[in-house]
């Protein structure tokens, strides 16, 4: 087992040399932006606990794998493999907890730490055929695959929208909003089989502008429940709903633009830190769109024509 964990900090490491960066400075500014971004959070809102618990238990989700954890299986014993799961869980999900216990959000904390642990224990392979329906059939794969993946989410998000309204409190609304835009954005993180940009008869600013209309189209679907609630229930601010309607279009047509700069490789963590400058200084934008924009459409071209 202490082989395994060995095996997976060397990996990491690789990772992070592959994408040009030395891992112990990328540790160290990984852990910095982590600690600047929960501090802006905490000042920003007092529900911040609860985005830390859904944010922990979602990556620890994304590491449900059911491949790997079926090789998982086959290398280690029922007991092993428990262990292994709980380790890792609880490694994915410290940074969390430790941040939630300096807030003195002792609850939080426990809850989120009982919480990983269990789902360690919870098989996601589906046993039968069902499958979650999408609005978004028409125009895959990004939305119609990231819904059925954060369906969940969705629902918690539109709870929270309700919660807002009934406790009369705008910010929590926002954030709910909010919520539902960064899961479109995270849609645009993976990049698809260059076979399935082949099959476009277009060119690459025709590809581009489709993939903004689709953006525009299916996120305003998914937000379209929230946005309606929070403006008819705070109709006095509907210009700052409407803003952060818009500006996270905006965010995730440049995450969009940034999938397409690399293609077929994928987003490296460097645009990740560059986008999270952004959320700080939104007119780095200015800059960063047209820059993008000139480099998804050079790489579109060498497989479009």
């Not at 982590?34 to 000042?43: A, D, G, N, R």
């Not at 039968?128 to 969940?152: C, D, M, Q, W």
């Not at 807002?164 to 709910?176: C, Q, R």
């Not at 309606?228 to 996270?248: A, H, R, W």
Request: hydrophobic residues 50%.
């Amino acid at each position: 087992m202490k082989e395994y964990f060995i095996l997976q900090f060397k990996m990491q490491n690789r990772q992070l040399t592959a994408w040009g960066i030395e891992p112990v400075i990328g540790y160290v500014l990984g852990l910095f932006a982590f600690m600047v971004l929960s501090i802006k959070l905490f000042e920003a809102t007092q529900f911040a606990e609860y985005f830390y618990m859904v944010v922990a238990l979602s990556v620890v989700l994304k590491w449900n794998e059911v491949n790997r954890n079926d090789f998982l299986k086959l290398c280690y014993s029922r007991k092993g493999y428990i262990k292994i799961r709980i380790i890792e869980n609880l490694l994915v999900s410290i940074a969390f907890i430790s941040f939630l216990l300096v807030q003195e959000k002792y609850l939080s904390s426990v809850l989120l730490a009982i919480s990983v642990c269990l789902f360690s224990l919870i098989d996601l392979k589906s046993k039968s055929s069902f499958t979650v329906p999408t609005p978004f059939y028409k125009h895959p794969f990004e939305f119609a695959l990231g819904f059925r993946t954060n369906y969940i989410l969705y629902l918690f998000a539109y709870l929270l929208a309700l919660m807002a309204i009934y406790v009369d409190n705008f910010n929590l609304g926002i954030f709910a909003l909010l919520l539902t835009l960064v899961s479109c954005l995270s849609y645009y993180t993976n990049s698809e089989d260059a076979f399935y940009v082949w099959v476009f008869s277009l060119s690459p600013k025709e590809f581009i502008r489709y993939k903004l209309k689709n953006i525009i189209h299916y996120a305003t679907l998914l937000c379209l429940p929230i946005t309606i609630s929070l403006s008819l229930f705070f109709y006095t601010k509907i210009d700052i709903i409407l803003g952060v309607q818009c500006i996270g279009y905006l965010f995730i047509f440049t995450t969009m633009l940034a999938k397409y700069s690399v293609f077929p490789e994928k987003i490296n963590i460097r645009f990740g830190i560059v986008l999270a400058l952004t959320v700080w200084l939104p007119l780095l934008l200015v800059l960063i769109i047209p820059y993008l924009y000139i480099q998804s459409t050079k790489k579109l071209k060498e497989i479009l024509q």
